[in-house]
């Protein structure tokens, strides 16, 4: 499968920006889905994740109450809406793509086969 993200750019903290991820290829409902981010200097961490019957979410506690993801799996599409963004939310943010089946806990990046290309969301103060 392949993703294709959207989304992302300059804001101001306390603003808002929504990230969207479209999968090609194989059906898209077969994946669990989730987001990463990796600041400069930093490794890359959970933000959220969805499962692929779009019942199954969870986030890291840095987002909990802020961002929220979402899946439409007619357009084969994932997103990430993100609210009261903050500075430390600045980062190159990935969508990722685990196949049904796999096994590994979600909220680490060995579990997912499919990445898509980053982009940069950047928070002023």
């Known amino acids: 499968v392949q993703l294709v993200k959207s989304g992302g750019g300059l804001v101001q903290a306390g603003g808002s920006l929504r990230l969207s991820c479209a999968a090609s290829?194989?059906?898209?409902?077969?994946?669990?889905m989730a987001w990463f981010r990796q600041a400069p200097g930093k490794e890359r961490e959970f933000v959220a994740f969805?499962?692929?019957?779009?019942?199954?979410?969870d986030y890291s506690e840095a987002v909990k109450g802020r961002f929220t993801i979402s899946r439409d799996n007619a357009k084969n599409t994932v997103y990430l809406q993100m609210n009261g963004l903050r500075p430390e939310d600045t980062a190159v943010y990935y969508c990722?793509?685990?196949?049904?089946?796999?096994?590994?806990?979600?909220?680490?990046?060995?579990?997912?086969?499919?990445w898509g290309q980053g982009t940069q969301v950047t928070v002023s103060s």
């Open positions: 290829g194989r059906a898209f409902s077969a994946y669990n």
């Open positions: 969805n499962g692929w019957t779009g019942d199954s979410t």
């Open positions: 990722a793509a685990a196949s049904v089946g796999r096994t590994g806990t979600y909220y680490s990046s060995y579990l997912y086969n499919f």
